[in-house]
């Protein structure tokens, strides 16, 4: 089984080294490493190309055009099809989804056709942030699982792995959110499609380098994008 796991970049160039390595180190066969670069300017893509060098399961996309969080998901997913994966899985180069995680969310994969990282199942932690956040986290989770109509627990989780014929079944060309609110959007359609979607308990952390890129306008964004896609749903657009 191929796995390549999608990191979305933009100015990790002081994570992104540690996370490849960290990621290899793990007990997992046929691991590839697809790293998808905003253009950073700090460089992040030719700390990548260096690694390539001496690693050949690390992979690097680099966008110039139509930047931004939810396209660079949607790049990485159509490379990773193009490379032959069986499995693909996304998660932050900011080391806040812990890279001991995957195999977890990987072996849950026999009994599921999409796997969530999860702060708020049993086992799952989220008390790295500020008490703040974390009250807007679980009611944006109920938010969305409202409107959408989803029984997921975290509903905000970036953390995930597909199996291949998610990924070709959801019709990657036709989405639409550039920004985080991608992670909703698919989710959404995955429900939709039928697809068997469980959830694995992980600690999410704060960065500790580098600055987090997600503002209040992308929030406030991805909320008003639950409401296009129940309407677009509604209408039988989606």
Same mark, same amino acid.
């Given at each position: 089984m191929k796995t390549v796991v999608v990191l979305p970049t933009y100015n990790e160039a002081e994570n992104i080294l540690a996370l490849l390595h960290a990621l290899r180190k793990l007990p997992l066969k046929n691991l590839h490493l697809l790293v998808v670069d905003d253009s950073s300017p700090d460089g992040t893509?030719? %700390? @990548?190309? =260096?690694?390539? +060098?001496?690693?050949p399961y690390v992979h690097l996309l680099v966008r110039t055009t139509d930047r931004g969080r939810g396209s660079a998901g949607v790049a990485g997913f159509k490379k990773a099809l193009e490379m032959g994966a069986d499995v693909v899985c996304e998660m932050d180069a900011d080391f806040s989804h812990g890279p001991q995680f995957l195999p977890s969310l990987l072996d849950a994969l026999k009994d599921a056709d999409v796997v969530l990282g999860s702060r708020a199942v049993p086992g799952g932690k989220d008390d790295d942030r500020p008490f703040l956040r974390q009250l807007l986290t679980r009611a944006a989770n109920r938010y969305i699982g409202f409107i959408l109509g989803l029984h997921i627990q975290d509903c905000n989780s970036g953390y995930r792995c597909f199996t291949r014929k998610v990924l070709e079944s959801i019709s990657l060309d036709t989405l639409t959110a550039t920004g985080p609110g991608i992670v909703q959007? !698919? %989710?959404? =359609?995955?429900?939709l499609q039928g697809f068997r979607i469980t959830e694995v308990p !992980?600690?999410? @952390?704060? =960065? +500790? =380098?580098g600055t987090s890129k997600l503002g209040f306008r992308h929030l406030w964004k991805g909320y008003l994008l639950i409401l296009r896609l129940r309407l677009q749903h509604l209408l039988g657009r989606i």
């Open positions: 893509a030719a %700390l @990548v190309q =260096r690694a390539m +060098k001496r690693d959007e !698919i %989710l959404y =359609r995955t429900h !992980i600690s999410f @952390v704060e =960065r +500790k =380098r």
